[in-house]
Each structure stands twice: as C-alpha cells, then as structure tokens.
C-alpha cells in the first residue's frame, strides 16, 4: 500500500462547488503539506501543518483552507472553486531524517474546474 | 524573496552521455539540498540530497554542492531515456526547514 495517498485523484467541477480533496498517511510523519503545481511554474505552498494543532498558511492560501483531523489526516478544501484554481495538486509529508526534512508526496489529485 | 533558479529547458543529451543539470539558490542560510525527479503527470520523488561542499555520489546520479557560489548541480552518468523527466531542484529554509522549490528542468535523452 503507498505510503501517502490521496482522494480523489481526479475531479471535474463547476465554478462555484465547494470541493474537498483528502489526504492520508500512514508513515507516522507529523509534517504534512499541500502544493500545487501549474505548468512552467513548479510547486507553490498552499498550507503546511507541523502537528495536530499547528497550521500555517503557505505562499499561495487565499481561496483554500485546510483541516488536520489526525496526525494521518489532512484535508485541502475550496469553499467556492474558481476556474484558476486548475491544476495538480499534492499532498506531502515529511520527517527530519539524515539532517533535513526530506519530503514524500501522494500520487496527485487532477482538479479541473470548468 | 528567497529563491531557487533553474533554466526551464528543455535540456536535450544523447542517450549514454552526461546530463549536467544546475541550480542557484538566494539564502545563503540554507543547508540542505535536494533534487527531486517528476515523470509528466506523477508527483516527484526523491533522487539525492547534499548538505556538505563536494560531490555526493549515487550510482549514476552525482550532487555537486558549492556555497561560496550558492549552486548545486545533478549530473547523470549513462544518461537513458528513462531519465527523461522534469528534475526539481529544493533548498530548506533555514528557519524551519521549509523546502523552496524551483520550477524544474526538463530533461529529454535522446536515443
């Protein structure tokens, strides 16, 4: 079984929808993320979690917001999905091993939000 | 603003040569360094990381890590077309270990 999944990992909605995407792990990480990725622009921090009761915004979280519900659990939501919030998105976890905090993403959930 | 520059590509290398891919870094706090490989449409994985001044040897994969210049580079060795993919080049923030990512170089091998 993968390590960090994600749910759905693939979404057509309207403009307007609430949505949630969810995220799992079960490698025991306290850190977790969300990114997303547009084409040519690379990986842009939505929201990031340190535990439980530790959520931080990230570069880019006007429009999102985010739940921790567990140390295994975190969820990215869209309260009213816009057309530019198209694009991949990921979940990450990380853990501070060999010196740093390497990090480990799901597979990816494709929005399309028409 | 921190940054992590990175030329977009694409880079193409003939397959069985080296592929010499690089990136520049703004803080000069930062200590730790990574390079992540993505195929189109799948999430990156973790190829190498350097924290020390030098080279860094896996297998085909070498990290070279110079922080007077604030560079990092990946070479390939034996390039194969399964090495095509986008290389992403991550930096820790030194605060909190936050990753600063650059935007990727699009590697193609050629065969």
């Known amino acids: 079984d993968a390590d960090v999944t994600q749910t759905p990992r693939n979404r057509i909605t309207k403009t307007g929808k609430r949505i949630m995407l969810e995220c799992s792990q079960t490698k025991g990480h306290d850190r977790m993320y969300w990114y997303r990725q547009d084409p040519g622009l690379g990986l842009r921090l939505i929201y990031y979690s340190f535990d439980v009761k530790d959520i931080n915004k990230g570069e880019i979280s006007d429009g999102y917001s985010v739940s921790r519900q567990a140390q295994a659990k975190f969820s990215l939501s869209l309260e009213s999905a816009i057309p530019n919030q198209t694009a991949l998105y990921f979940c990450a976890t990380s853990d501070f091993v060999r010196g740093s905090y390497e990090q480990y993403f799901g597979p990816g959930t494709r929005l399309t939000v028409t | 603003q921190k940054e992590v520059e990175q030329n977009s590509g694409p880079l193409s290398v003939p397959e069985g040569a080296i592929a010499s891919l690089n990136c520049t870094y703004s803080d000069r706090g930062s200590q730790s360094f990574f390079w992540y490989r993505q195929y189109s449409g799948k999430s990156p994985e973790l190829i190498m990381f350097i924290y020390s001044n030098g080279d860094k040897e896996d297998g085909r994969f070498t990290a070279q890590l110079n922080k007077a210049s604030q560079y990092v580079s990946l070479l390939i060795r034996d390039s194969q077309p399964s090495d095509s993919a986008t290389y992403l080049c991550?930096?820790?923030?030194?605060?909190?270990?936050?990753?600063?990512w650059g935007a990727g170089t699009k590697l193609i091998i050629k065969p």
């Open positions: 991550a930096v820790n923030e030194g605060s909190n270990y936050q990753l600063i």
